[in-house]
Antibody
Framework: EVEMVESGGGQVKPGGSLRLSCAGSGFTFSRYSMNWVRQAPGKGLEWVSSISSYSTYMFYADSVKGRFTISRDNAKNSLYLQMSSLGAEDTAVYYC???????????WGQGTLVTVSS | EIVMTQSPATLPVSLGERASLSCRASQSVSSNLAWYQKKPGQAPRLLIYGASTRATGVPARFSGSGSGTEFTLTISSLQSEDFAVYFCQQYNKWPLYTFGQGTKLEIK
């Protein structure tokens, strides 16, 4: 069974940093691109960042470019999101999602909550 | 950026009724359109991809239609477990995914 489990969320002060992790299981992790998507309270879903299967390509939404860094460790079946210079606008549930060969995000984790507050 | 617009925001329906949810793209996304079901505390669940193909294990009462800019998710006979938020997503150009704001199905 395909499963993704996010961790690392929590409360952080404005300007602070946080590192999210996503552990994948039930599939060959290295064959898939991976994505981070977030949902702020009361808002819709927003794509945050994506990384290709062997980390050749990495993409970021303009709202996080220069502040967030996506990475992966295929040996550990894990995806990461290093977040810095966090602001209130980054408060959201962060989901990791697997991307198949057509770029469809077919499986998602349950999400991890990041709260930026003083 | 491709803007996805869903309507209505909330849809009150009764058990056993048919529900039709709409999703419109600001430009053509071909058939690269997916529908997801989201319940509180759960991971989004893929229901429909390629605008009209049901994902593995999705009941036949869920169907999708449309192409280009206009799409519809239809639930033929609502069951209690179907009351949730549904959102559409275009995946026409990886990785610039965009999502609709969601439609919440409520019990009438």
């Amino acid at each position: 069974e395909v499963e993704m489990v996010e961790s690392g969320g929590g409360q952080v002060k404005p300007g602070g940093s946080l590192r999210l992790s996503c552990a994948g299981s039930g599939f060959t992790f290295s064959r898939y691109s991976m994505n981070w998507v977030r949902q702020a309270p009361g808002k819709g879903l927003e794509w945050v960042s994506s990384i290709s299967s062997y980390s050749t390509y990495m993409f970021y939404a303009d709202s996080v470019k220069g502040r967030f860094t996506i990475s992966r460790d295929n040996a550990k079946n894990s995806l990461y999101l290093q977040m810095s210079s966090l602001g209130a606008e980054d408060t959201a549930v962060y989901y990791c999602a697997r991307g198949d060969t057509t770029s469809l995000t077919d499986y998602w984790g349950q999400g991890t909550l990041v709260t930026v507050s003083s | 950026e491709i803007v996805m617009t869903q309507s209505p925001a909330t849809l009150p329906v009764s058990l056993g009724e048919r529900a039709s949810l709409s999703c419109r793209a600001s430009q053509s996304v071909s058939s690269n359109l997916a529908w997801y079901q989201k319940k509180p505390g759960q991971a989004p669940r893929l229901l429909i991809y390629g605008a009209s193909t049901r994902a593995t294990g999705v009941p036949a009462r869920f169907s999708g239609s449309g192409s280009g800019t206009e799409f519809t998710l239809t639930i033929s006979s609502l069951q209690s477990e179907d009351f949730a938020v549904y959102f559409c997503q275009q995946y026409n150009k990886w990785p610039l995914y965009t999502f609709g704001q969601g439609t919440k199905l409520e019990i009438k």
